[in-house]
């Protein structure tokens, strides 16, 4: 987008003062493309943004979090200074409930001056490296932390990041003991009324218990706030919804356009074995709903070609893709 100062004073006042927040934003570092460390640094953050390296390495500055994650935080804090040590964090995705789990666990490793047990728990081994990755960035400890996943065996069971398959397979309460963990986080713990979950936090007594979730709100209806101390009104410790986050211009507003293809997936076997497989059966090998989806982009955009521009009603919009 091109527009001059003369001609459009409030589109340029507007892109100057975001320009300057951005620039003194704490977050960004200088850059110097004479200093060698600075261009390794800027290698290495492409590489590992790219996906092709989900494990960390060494950073060379210390992570902050954002004001509103460190508002996250704090509410943490005074729940526990209120006796409630087993906290809900709703938080919308994209907001970074991870880089808050982490930052909660540095400050609780600086309170008992060194790394408590920890256990991190999650349904899929994705999710699992990307914690762990964040978790050494945070702490700025490259080695932290083992994954706990299928037929891995780690070295022991002290900072472990693992699916809730292997801890239930392994016993791993049973065999630690129901006070191993000082902290445990549970990711996308709206999971938490299945049967897995439910016996597994049932029966862990860790110091400080942390779970994870966007959507609280189960599609079978069962609640999940009763797995933890909320506050006196019943609300969980932290809430951050999508209408919030977009109020607060944390995420992009968005639409979403949906069609009807009448494709069944009630045989998928969700959360188990070979349920990819059976949505590819169902997705890929189904050229009716190809058609389908091609017919309705092509309804709704003005020129499939440029892909970056649809058009409903009479409005036009920029979306990306």
Known sequence: MKFTERGQTDLFERASAHFETLWEDS???AYDPANPAHRKALGDALRRESGDELIARPTYFDLEPKTYQQEMLDQLQIERDHGRWRNLVVAATGTGK???AAFDYKRLCQQAGGRPRLLFVAHREEILKQALRTYREVLRDHASGEVLVGGVQPEGFEHLFATIDSVSSRELVSRCGVEHWHT????ECHRLAADCFDAFVSAVRPRVLLGLTATPERSD???ILGYFDNRPDGSPAVELRLWHALDQQLLC???YYACDDETDFS?????QAGE???IEK???GNDVRARLVLDEWRRLVGDPARGGRWCSASRWRTRRT
């Open 27 to 29: 977050e960004f570092q």
């Open 98 to 100: 991870t880089v808050v």
């Open 184 to 187: 445990v986080v549970i990711d």
């Open 221 to 223: 209806g069962k609640p």
């Open 253 to 255: 507003p968005f639409e």
């Open 267 to 271: 045989t998928v076997p969700w959360q």
């Open 276 to 278: 990819v497989a059976a």
């Open 282 to 284: 169902l997705v890929t």
